[in-house]
């Protein structure tokens, strides 16, 4: 079974960027659809982007559209979220998750703090 381990996570100043990366073990990616979610402290997990298999189609929450882009890379098994523009709303622990219908996977996290 896949298992998504995600990285990249840190503490970055308002208007920053940071790119946080997703590696699958086991299974190859390309037989999931994979996105980003994200869980901020006291509130619910929620949709950030994700993207279809062969990566020509990516989608996007309406807080993040214009400043994130997500993207995979195939040949290293690995997915990628650019994050511009960060402001402290942003601040949460992101989850990459893959699916397909034998089941849902999500890594353990990894934390991005924004300070104001």
């Known amino acids: 079974q896949i298992q998504p381990v995600e990285s990249g996570g840190g503490l970055v100043q308002t208007g920053g960027s940071l790119r946080v990366s997703c590696v699958a073990s086991?299974?190859?990616?390309?037989?999931?659809?994979i996105g980003w979610f994200r869980q901020a402290l006291g509130k619910e997990r929620e949709f950030v982007a994700s993207?279809?298999?062969?990566?020509?189609?990516?989608y996007y929450s309406d807080s993040v559209k214009g400043r994130f882009t997500i993207s995979r890379d195939s040949a290293k098994n690995t997915m990628y979220l650019q994050m511009n523009s960060l402001k402290p709303e942003d601040t949460a622990v992101y989850y990459c998750n893959a699916k397909n219908s034998g089941g849902n996977y999500w890594g353990q996290g990894t934390q991005v703090t924004v300070s104001s």
């Open positions: 086991g299974p190859t990616f390309s037989y999931y659809a």
């Open positions: 993207v279809n298999w062969n990566g020509d189609t990516t």
